[in-house]
């Protein structure tokens, strides 16, 4: 499974951008997208997650701000960020989870894609 996130960018506060994550490979061993971000000189951090029904997670300081969605059609999954702050300002990765059962054992993985950069300015 190979991942492409695009659609970063500097906005200011308050301000909305939608990243996109395009997938390609064996996408049905794929369980989970997860959104992660990386600020300068901290840990990268889960910020959403989708699941193959549908089911959605977030962390706390952006509930209400960013939504996660998937268009299966286009094997591409989103996450709209509105009222964006200074603090929203990182790296974003996109990331697949789930289960390789090509093999003759079941074999688990995280794959990353490249990251964007997000830069909200005040």
């Known amino acids: 499974v190979q991942l492409q996130a695009y659609g970063g960018g500097l906005v200011q506060t308050g301000g909305s951008l939608r990243l996109s994550c395009a997938a390609s490979?064996?996408?049905?061993?794929?369980?989970?997208i997860e959104w992660y971000r990386q600020a300068p000189g901290k840990q990268r951090e889960l910020v959403a997650t989708?699941?193959?029904?549908?089911?959605?997670n977030y962390r706390d300081i952006v509930k209400g701000r960013f939504t996660i969605s998937k268009n299966n059609a286009k094997d591409t999954t989103y996450l709209q960020m509105n009222s964006l702050k200074p603090e929203d300002t990182a790296v974003y990765y996109c990331a697949a989870e789930g289960m390789d059962w090509s093999g003759d054992s079941p074999v688990a993985f995280r794959n990353w894609g490249r990251g964007t950069q997000v830069t909200v300015s005040s």
């Open positions: 989708i699941t193959r029904d549908g089911s959605t």
């Open positions: 490979g064996r996408l049905s061993s794929i369980n989970t």
